[in-house]
Structures are given as C-alpha cells and as structure tokens.
C-alpha cells in the first residue's frame, strides 16, 4: 500500500527542463561550447548540474577542475533565477494537484534542481506548506539516476520505500525510484509515453495522479 508521494520537480511540477537548458547554452557559450537541444535531451536531462558539467566535459574531451565547475553551477543558476523570477514556471494543474494530494498523502519532493530554486518557485505559488522536505542537488552522494535521491526522499518520510510511490519524467528518475524500491508514476511531459514504459503506470497529466490511481498501485 502507498502511504507517502515524492514528486520530481523539474518536467513534472515544474515546466522548467527549457529553462534550464536556455541557461546552461547560455553558460557554455561563453566559454566557447554548444549545447544543441537533442544533446539535452537525450544525453543530459536528469543530471543535476554539477554531473552535466562533467558529463558534458567528459564527452567533449575537456575536464574542468573542481573551482571551475562551481564557477559554471553559480552562473548558471544566476541566469536561470532572473528568467524564472519574469516566467509562469509550474504547469497547468500542479497546484491543484499538490493541494489535492496532501489531503490524503505525506508529500516531498526528490529532484536533481537546486534548493533554493525549488523553494523560490513553491514559495511564489504558495505550495511550500504542502511539501514535508525537499532532497535536492548536493543533498546525496549520488544523483539521479543512482538511487540515493529516492532512498533518502523514503527515509524522510519515515517509511519502507515499498510503501512510496515517485512521479517522474524521464527514464533517468524512474531507473532512480524503481532502483531505490519505490513504485513510479511516469508523466508523458517530457518525452513520449513509450520511453516511460518502465514505470508501473504512466498517465499524460497531472490531472490523473489522483488518490485513487495511487492506491490502485
């Protein structure tokens, strides 16, 4: 039986995976690399950001050192606070969904963002009272899709992970749940409903992650 929701935040609360892009093309293109769409999309998304950097410099033949990453995840998160703070970031049916939820589930979230851009745009939208805790970017050993990031989301919630259930956008964060002994709601909001089809379920909308759709899980 689910007893506690963890939701992703970025592609499944959040609309904010082109955000994220925009910014880090920005950050790259000023030290003379091209991050085209495709390459995010199919390569990166899911890593926080410190992974992509080295990801990316490691597919590119270049290894940053440790100053430098750090230099890179401010600037980029810099560029990416002044765009959201102009930008509706949350899709269509988030907030009724979360108020819905905590009506009758323990809720946290466990995503690969960083903190205080999670806590910005729950704040403005004013869900930050609905959500117990937040396991974001840094908070684990490892990122997604290790994972840690659900294992800990789980021991949050005071719970065996069997008894949580994640909502994910990619492969990457639903290999993370399943992985941590969470069940997984896959959400078509980022790619195609076929690419989720490790998920237990996968639905199109957050209008469809119900209670009853959890507790049929």
């Known amino acids: 039986m689910v007893n506690a929701v963890v939701f992703d935040f970025d592609g499944v609360l959040a609309d904010s995976e082109p955000l994220h ?6 950050v790259f293109a000023s030290i003379g690399i091209t991050l085209t769409r495709d390459e995010y999309y199919s390569r990166y998304l899911g890593f926080d950001d410190r992974t992509l950097i080295r990801e990316l410099g490691r597919d590119r033949g270049w290894r940053p050192e440790e100053q430098e990453v750090e230099s890179l995840v401010a600037r980029k998160a810099q560029v990416f606070d002044e765009v959201v703070e102009r930008t509706e970031v949350l899709f269509p049916g ?19 963002a960083l903190r205080h851009e999670i806590e910005m745009i729950l704040a403005r939208a004013g869900l930050d009272r609905h959500i117990r805790f937040i396991v974001a970017s840094g908070d684990t050993p490892n990122s997604k899709p290790a994972p840690d990031p659900y294992a800990r989301a789980a021991q949050l919630h005071g719970l065996p992970p069997s008894e949580c259930v994640a909502i994910e956008d990619s492969r990457w ?9 969470l069940k997984c709601v896959g959400i078509a909001t980022t790619y195609a409903a076929p690419q989720l089809s490790s998920a237990d379920r996968v639905i199109s909308s957050l209008d469809e992650f119900t209670a009853d759709l959890i507790r049929a899980l």
């Open 21 to 26: 892009l925009a910014a880090c093309q920005d």
């Open 94 to 112: 988030a907030v009724e969904c979360v108020r819905r939820l905590a009506d009758d589930f323990p809720l946290g979230i466990a995503s690969g």
């Open 173 to 181: 964060g639903i290999e993370s749940a399943k992985t941590a002994g």
